[in-house]
Nanobody, 119 residues
Framework: QVQLVESGGGLVQAGGSLRLSCAVS????????MGWFRRAPGKEREFVAR????????SYADSVEGRFTISRDNAKNTVYLQMNSLKPEDTAIYYC????????????WGQGTQVIVSS
């Protein structure tokens, strides 16, 4: 298991940018695939983006493709989510998640960071 702590959320106007960070501790972060999820008010949690342990492979939800970028710095044990061209519908609590490389179940979750996009 790893421990995850998100930061970087806040209030931003539509069209603006934010960068979320997820600090990873407890195990070597490069052995874990990392992901970002979000839960909007009144909705189910949804996948946003993921990145492989080595950072070579990424994938995104259709709703954020081309606007969000996931990256990682394994030397700093940190995963990032750069969010550009934000829309009001991006308003949500954003969660960082981890899973052992080669597995499909997300086993570790952060406490979440709130993102509010005003119109």
């Amino acid at each position: 298991q790893v421990q995850l702590v998100e930061s970087g959320g806040g209030l931003v106007q539509a069209g603006g940018s934010l960068r979320l960070s997820c600090a990873v501790s407890g195990r070597t972060s490069s052995t874990y695939g990392m992901g970002w999820f979000r839960r909007a008010p009144g909705k189910e949690r949804e996948f946003v983006a993921r990145i492989s342990g080595g950072g070579v492979s990424t994938s995104y939800a259709d709703s954020v493709e081309g606007r969000f970028t996931i990256s990682r710095d394994n030397a700093k044990n940190t995963v990032y989510l750069q969010m550009n061209s934000l829309k009001p519908e991006d308003t949500a609590i954003y969660y960082c998640a981890a899973r052992k490389s080669g597995t499909i179940t997300w086993t570790s979750w952060g406490q979440g960071t709130q993102v509010i996009v005003s119109s």
